[in-house]
């Protein structure tokens, strides 16, 4: 099982971005989807979840400009970012609740893809 993020770059506060993170492999089934971020020098945090019925849970310093979504039919979960903050620059990682084919449940991470929001 591998997730792939991807969509990160450079960005001006006030604009958008959307990232995305495909999961792919041998998955019988994919539960909450989610993403995490880590600043420099600081730990990674959570910033948006969504479980496989649709339930979303944001960390309070981007409810109301970043929207997690997702596809079930293509393991795919998307974060859409508005009006982006400076403060927002880190590297993103998608995170996935997967229980693989004749393998274990478990907690599977993408690579990470980087986003600097400039002033």
């Known amino acids: 099982v591998q997730l792939q993020a991807f969509g990160g770059g450079l960005v001006q506060a006030g604009g958008f971005l959307r990232l995305s993170c495909a999961a792919s492999g041998t998955i019988f089934s994919i539960g909450a989807m989610g993403w995490y971020r880590q600043a420099p020098g600081k730990p990674r945090e959570l910033v948006a979840v969504?479980?496989?019925?649709?339930?979303?849970a944001y960390a309070d310093s981007v409810k109301g400009r970043f929207t997690i979504s997702r596809d079930n039919t293509k393991a795919t979960v998307h974060l859409q970012m508005n009006s982006p903050k400076p403060d927002d620059t880190a590297v993103y990682y998608c995170?996935?609740?997967?229980?693989?084919?004749?393998?274990?449940?478990?907690?599977?991470w993408g690579q990470g893809t980087e986003l600097t929001v400039s002033s």
């Open positions: 995170n996935a609740d997967v229980t693989p084919i004749r393998a274990k449940r478990d907690w599977y």
């Open positions: 969504s479980s496989s019925g649709g339930s979303t």
